[in-house]
């Protein structure tokens, strides 16, 4: 089984995606900030949009809804605890369900924090996880609806999945979050490295994302709030996990 990606911009600096089935041509889009690049991708493509997997309600995430839906009749699937605060919804899920695009699979796993019902869709045999807004790359949502220690037990859900799961997020924040993370860590050598690649990438005018799982455990110092030289880095030694992610995030909210 293997599926294929295409990943672009829209609106300023968020991320739209594409999710194809070769085996049935089922395609989904994962969020729809925005209708017209999400048209430009699938004329790029050839792909047929089947399928809108929305991770939370945010309008930076639905506003292209209605557009698509309109013209291609495809099916929205999105988180039931939000799905009254997102448009044409066809299909709700919840923690565990499974939502087949095409012959694909993505597992729904609940990452409440940035809204109080984000969701993130999981295709574990293709090894792709889509965040939305809760983790970024080097980064982590705002926690907006949720409190911290929603937003730190939700990361640790996504921190389990497999180091080779690549990650696609809604945003393009990582060099501010990579110069945010080296206040946290500046001897972290993964971090400095990770800063090398991206800084070229933007210098290329290529996209720092997907990024994976097991590298983000060993830069991204949201996912590292129970490491003991990061929680002594923000003055927090022997205090708990869900603290330290607190005080990491409140900095970062006044970087
Ligand atoms: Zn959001």
Redesign the pocket.
């Known amino acids: 089984m293997s599926a294929n990606t295409h990943l672009f911009s829209c609106l300023k600096d968020n991320f739209g995606v594409l999710v194809h089935d070769p085996a049935t041509g089922a395609t989904a889009a994962i969020d729809a900030p925005e209708a017209a690049p999400i048209e430009a991708a699938l004329a790029a493509t050839g792909w047929r949009l089947t399928d809108i997997l929305v991770t939370?309600h945010?309008g930076?995430?639905t506003a292209g809804i209605p557009e698509l839906k309109r013209r291609h009749r495809c099916r929205v699937t999105a988180p039931r605890a939000e799905a009254a605060r997102i448009p044409e919804v066809d299909v709700t899920v919840r923690e565990g369900d499974t939502v087949a695009v095409g012959s694909l699979a993505a597992r729904v796993i609940e990452t409440p924090g940035?809204?109080a019902g984000?969701i993130t869709y999981w295709f574990d045999q293709e090894k792709l996880a889509f965040v939305?807004?809760t983790l970024f790359s080097i980064g982590c949502?705002?926690v907006?609806e949720g409190t911290p220690e929603m937003m730190w037990t939700s990361l640790l859900k996504l921190r389990k999945l497999p180091d080779d799961t690549q990650i696609y997020c809604?945003h393009e924040y990582t060099d501010a979050n990579i110069r945010f993370a080296r206040t946290i860590e500046p001897n972290n050598s993964a971090l400095a490295a990770r800063a090398d690649v991206v800084t070229k990438q933007l210098a290329n005018g290529e996209p720092t994302i997907p990024t994976s799982i097991g590298e983000e455990k060993q830069a991204n110092p949201f996912l590292r709030a129970d490491v003991a030289a990061v929680a002594a880095a923000v003055g927090l030694a022997g205090q708990p996990a869900a603290d330290v992610f607190a005080e990491i995030r409140k900095r970062k909210n006044n970087f």
Request: hydrophobic content about 10%; aromatic content about 0%; proline content about 0%.
């Open positions: 939370h945010h930076d995430h940035h809204t984000h939305g807004d949502g705002r907006i809604g």
